[in-house]
T-cell receptor, first 116, second 114 residues
Framework: AQSVAQPEDQVNVAEGNPLTVKCTYS??????LFWYVQYPNRGLQFLLK??????LVKGSYGFEAEFNKSQTSFHLKKPSALVSDSALYFC??????????????FGAGTTVTVRA | DAGVIQSPRHEVTEMGQEVTLRCKPI?????LFWYRQTMMRGLELLIY????????DSGMPEDRFSAKMPNASFSTLKIQPSEPRDSAVYFC????????????FGSGTQLSVL
């Protein structure tokens, strides 16, 4: 069975400071990993994904994430946070082993607040 | 493209009433997913379709829930009869690919069952 853990319910940072949102995963086979962001009263929007290749993935709005297989982690990072980055962030995983590879399991979400 | 379109945006109904949620996926996307979001359970996959055919409905909570996709551009999620515990945000998402590609989410339907 696949699962995702986002250990922090909330992350608070000052504008201009680096932002990190943590994610760890558990799968039986190889993972496909995703980050999504949700703004109030909106659907989830895709930020970035790791499928294969370079462990450092760059995505939308200046975000990046590093796939670490040994630590089973896929933390989301941004070097300099903006107030507009304040939102709910979800990590998600697909387990490529078995026939349920389409199933995307989401973490519980991390609320990011960037103060001016 | 207008993206995934869901209607209504908000639905308030009384317990026991029938509720129908609607979704128009992005043209050309062969995969359509219905998710439910609650504070307690987070995002849950209810059902997914491939080429209008339901493939996995194991996430549908009860027989009160049903979903259809009569054609490539329209899907419905119906709850009959509705109960207060069905209150949640229901998202529809579509994708051109089953595994590798991202999901494109609609803005969701906020359902409140009184």
């Amino acid at each position: 069975a696949q699962s995702v853990a986002q250990p922090e319910d909330q992350v608070n940072v000052a504008e201009g400071n680096p932002l990190t949102v943590k994610c760890t995963y558990s799968v039986s086979g190889n993972p496909y990993l995703f980050w999504y962001v949700q703004y109030p009263n909106r659907g989830l929007q895709f930020l970035l994904k790791y499928i294969t290749g370079d462990n450092l993935v760059k995505g939308s709005y200046g975000f990046e994430a590093e796939f670490n297989k040994s630590q089973t982690s896929f933390h989301l990072k941004k070097p300099s946070a903006l107030v507009s980055d304040s939102a709910l962030y979800f990590c998600a995983v697909r387990d490529l082993e078995g026939s349920n590879d389409y199933k995307l399991s989401f973490g519980a979400g991390t609320t990011v607040t960037v103060r001016a | 493209d207008a993206g995934v379109i869901q209607s209504p945006r908000h639905e308030v109904t009384e317990m026991g009433q029938e509720v129908t949620l609607r979704c128009k996926p992005i043209s050309g996307h062969d995969y359509l997913f219905w998710y439910r979001q609650t504070m307690m359970r987070g995002l849950e996959l209810l059902i997914y379709f491939n080429n209008n055919v339901p493939i996995d409905d194991s996430g549908m909570p009860e027989d009160r829930f049903s979903a259809k996709m009569p054609n490539a551009s329209f899907s419905t999620l119906k709850i009959q009869p509705s109960e207060p515990r069905d209150s949640a945000v229901y998202f529809c998402a579509s994708s051109p690919d089953r595994v590798r590609e991202k999901l494109f989410f609609g803005s969701g339907t906020q359902l409140s069952v009184l």
